[in-house]
């Protein structure tokens, strides 16, 4: 299968991130979300869960720890330039491919009218099984199923129509952690605000002074595999077409 490297593309004026936990973004996406706000796409992000079972070792409550997961997630977003986030709410590792988790992506969807969707890819990988966590699983069938067919059919979930919510299309979206990837974005020049962004998720990564070199071997790792050159860093995505 042939990869294609990405380019800054001028239909794509906005795009949503839905991820199933804070920090999923940043540690899959962050150096392709910041090249695309540096390109001056829109981006906005969708988080399913707010990390209320984060693997933290503190003894806060889960709404104690969903507040401070949300909080994180907002600063890291700060960092690649976007300010857009929704937060659904779902059970952190309960997460399951519903009508009602359709239904709710659906509806984000049509209010930011993306013509791009970044998502977790639904299909396990074993080569990185820490990418392939239920939650994730779940969060990109049900987002896939969100895109094709309910985002843009006028009848599914007709209450969203009666609510004002108009069907809406979306062109193209990218899975990440994916076993067949397809496009590679070279990340080199926005790793550092990946790590800003990972680095502002203190409960979860703020005792690892071993951060930035696992995330740089594995972006070196991705770079090597697809022949971009000495010392370059990317992240990679299988690109499927749906409008």
């Known amino acids: 299968m042939s990869v294609t490297h990405y380019k800054k593309d001028p239909k794509i004026k906005r795009a949503l991130v839905v991820m199933a936990h804070p920090?999923?973004?940043?540690?899959?996406?962050?150096?392709?979300?910041?090249?695309?706000?540096?390109?001056?796409?829109?981006?906005?992000?969708?988080?399913?869960?707010?990390?209320?079972?984060?693997?933290?070792?503190?003894?806060?409550?889960?709404e104690e720890r969903a507040v401070t997961r949300e909080a994180e997630q907002r600063a890291a977003a700060e960092e690649l330039g976007v300010s857009d986030l929704t937060f659904l709410r779902f059970g952190d590792g309960r997460v399951e491919v519903t009508l009602e988790l359709r239904k709710a992506i659906a509806q984000v969807i049509r209010?930011?009218?993306?013509?791009?969707?970044?998502?977790?890819?639904?299909e396990r990988n074993y080569e990185r099984i820490f990418a392939s966590h239920p939650d994730h699983l779940a969060a990109g069938e049900a987002t896939l199923r969100?895109?094709?067919?309910?985002?843009?059919?006028?009848?599914?979930?007709?209450?969203?129509?009666?609510?004002?919510?108009?069907?809406?299309?979306?062109?193209?979206?990218w899975l990440a952690s994916s076993?067949?990837?397809?496009?590679?974005?070279?990340?080199?020049?926005?790793?550092?605000r990946k790590i800003a962004a990972l680095r502002r998720h203190v409960s979860q990564v703020g005792d690892r002074d071993d951060l930035e070199a696992t995330v740089r071997q594995w972006s070196r790792a991705t770079a090597k595999?697809?022949?971009?050159?000495?010392?370059?860093?990317?992240?990679?995505?299988?690109?499927?077409?749906?409008?």
């Open 225 to 243: 595999r697809f022949k971009l050159g000495k010392k370059r860093l990317a992240e990679s995505y299988r690109v499927i077409t749906t409008a």
């Open 111 to 122: 209010e930011k009218r993306p013509d791009l969707v970044i998502c977790q890819s639904p």
């Open 179 to 192: 076993n067949d990837p397809t496009m590679i974005v070279d990340v080199t020049k926005t790793f550092n």
């Open 23 to 62: 920090d999923d973004v940043d540690f899959g996406s962050a150096g392709t979300v910041a090249r695309l706000t540096r390109d001056g796409v829109e981006v906005a992000y969708c988080l399913v869960t707010s990390g209320d079972a984060g693997g933290d070792s503190s003894r806060s409550t889960p």
């Open 146 to 173: 969100a895109v094709y067919p309910d985002a843009r059919n006028p009848h599914a979930f007709p209450e969203l129509l009666t609510e004002g919510h108009q069907p809406h299309a979306v062109k193209t979206v």
